[in-house]
């Protein structure tokens, strides 16, 4: 089976700063992951996606995560953060041979003017 | 990608009642999922909606109060049946995943008075 643990519960962030989010997956395989945001009374957006390909994923506005196998990590990142970036935030893993998705627990990232 | 429309998108329900939400996505899609996400929590999967046959519940969830229907590749309804306060959340339906994205309808916000 496989899991993630998202380590923060909540970040705070001042604008323009950066903004970690950090995040620890199990999996017996390689794993896909993801990172999704989700807007106060909005649905899920996917920021990024890693499946297997370059290490280093660039996703949408600014967002970036790197998977370190050897860290069983996959944190995200934002060289500076704004205001539109608060939001929650989800670590997600897949199955390896089926759909299904498990998520993190969340983290609250809050953005100070 | 794939367009989700849910609806209701939020209700009102008296306890000891049932509500049906629907899901429809744009596309045919192999698979389409079913999650709740309580109050101020992660998302959980309920359940896979499988086409054809019986859904596939998540361990903690069965289909006399959870049941789906999945008639086709692009629709698929899921039922909160003798509902109580405890089931009060938002449900989401989703669509796709493994290794690609899964898409998300923008869920139905259920309050059970």
């Known amino acids: 089976a496989q899991s993630v643990t998202q380590l923060d519960s909540h970040v705070s962030v001042s604008e323009g700063t950066p903004v970690l989010l950090r995040c620890n997956y199990s999996?017996?395989?390689?794993?896909?992951l993801f990172w999704y945001v989700q807007h106060p009374n909005k649905g899920l957006q996917l920021l990024l996606k890693y499946t297997s390909a370059a290490t280093l994923v660039k996703g949408i506005n600014g967002f970036e995560a790197e998977f370190k196998k050897s860290e069983t990590s996959f944190h995200l990142t934002k060289p500076s953060a704004h205001m539109s970036d608060a939001a929650e935030y989800f670590c997600v893993v897949s199955g390896r041979n089926d759909y299904k998705l498990s998520f993190g627990a969340g983290t609250t990232v809050t953005v100070r003017a | 990608s794939a367009v989700i429309s849910q609806k209701p998108s939020r209700d009102i329900c008296q306890r000891g009642t049932s509500l049906t939400i629907q899901c429809q996505v744009d596309?045919?899609?192999?698979?389409m999922f079913w999650y709740r996400q309580q109050p101020g929590q992660s998302l959980t999967l309920i359940a896979t909606a499988n086409q054809g046959s019986e859904a596939t519940y998540e361990s903690g969830f069965v289909i006399d109060k959870f049941p789906i229907s999945r008639p086709n590749l692009t629709f698929s309804t899921l039922t909160v049946s003798n509902m109580s306060p405890e089931d009060s959340s938002i449900y989401l339906c989703s669509a796709g995943g493994m290794n690609t994205e899964a898409f998300f309808g923008q869920g139905t916000r259920l309050t059970v008075v």
């Open positions: 999996s017996s395989y390689s794993p896909s």
């Open positions: 596309s045919q899609v192999t698979m």
